[in-house]
Each structure stands twice: as structure tokens, then as C-alpha cells.
């Protein structure tokens, strides 16, 4: 089983960036693509951004395409998410994910393992 730990959240102003990562507890991490949602106060969760097992391939909801950046360096088993040009409505709570198989993923139903999720507040 795949425990993940996220980390980087954190309070920032709108037009900020701030970078979140996503360790994994295992070397199979690279069998996974990942992906990263999140979920604002009374919303539901939704996707962001996703990369495959090897980092070629990335998808990202077109709220964020443009300004957040999805990346993974496999021999730290860690995935990341940059985020440039915050706005207020970024501020939710973000999770990573590893996908059931090694493609990108969009639907929570194709993700098998979650994290704690990490706060991010961004103020006007």
C-alpha cells in the first residue's frame, strides 16, 4: 500500500506562488501516475492536475492550466505542484492521489491511494 505525505501548503496573497509536494512511502511510486485535487469549504472536491508514471504526460483542469505546473522526480518519490499566480479562488484544501495504473487520471474513481491534504489560503 502506498501512504502519501503532502507537504508546502501555507498562507499566501493573490499573484503569489507557492510550490506543494507529495512524498510517497514506497519505490512503487513510479508504477503510478498521480494527480492532485482539491476541495474548498462547502464544494466538493474536484481535479486538478495529473502526470503520468514517468513524467511525460500531464492534464490540468482548465481553472489552473496556465499557472500550475505538475511534476515528479521518481528517485525521490515525490510529486509537486507548482503553483503560479494564485487567486482567492485557489484556497482549498489540496490532496495528492497515486492512480490505480501508470496513465494520468482525472476521476477519483481511478485513484487508490490518498493523502492527509495540505491547507492553502491565499488572501486578496
Known amino acids: 500500500q502506498v501512504q502519501l505525505v503532502e507537504s508546502g501548503g501555507g498562507w499566501v496573497q493573490a499573484g503569489d506562488s507557492l510550490r506543494l509536494s507529495c512524498t510517497a512511502s514506497?519505490?512503487?511510486?513510479?508504477?503510478?501516475?498521480m494527480g492532485w485535487f482539491r476541495q474548498a469549504p462547502g464544494k466538493e472536491r474536484e481535479f486538478v492536475a495529473t502526470?503520468?508514471?514517468?513524467?511525460?504526460?500531464?492534464h490540468y483542469a482548465p481553472s489552473v492550466k496556465g499557472r500550475f505546473s505538475i511534476s515528479r522526480d521518481n528517485a525521490k518519490n515525490t510529486v509537486y505542484l507548482q503553483m503560479d499566480k494564485m487567486q482567492p479562488a485557489d484556497a482549498a484544501v489540496y490532496y495528492c492521489?497515486?492512480?490505480?495504473?501508470?496513465?494520468?487520471?482525472?476521476?477519483?474513481?481511478?485513484?487508490?491511494?490518498w493523502g492527509q491534504g495540505t491547507q492553502v489560503t491565499v488572501s486578496s
Open positions: 492521489a497515486a492512480s490505480k495504473g501508470p496513465a494520468i487520471a482525472t476521476l477519483e474513481v481511478n485513484f487508490a491511494y
Open positions: 514506497e519505490r512503487a511510486f513510479s508504477n503510478h501516475g
Open positions: 502526470i503520468n508514471y514517468n513524467g511525460v504526460t500531464t
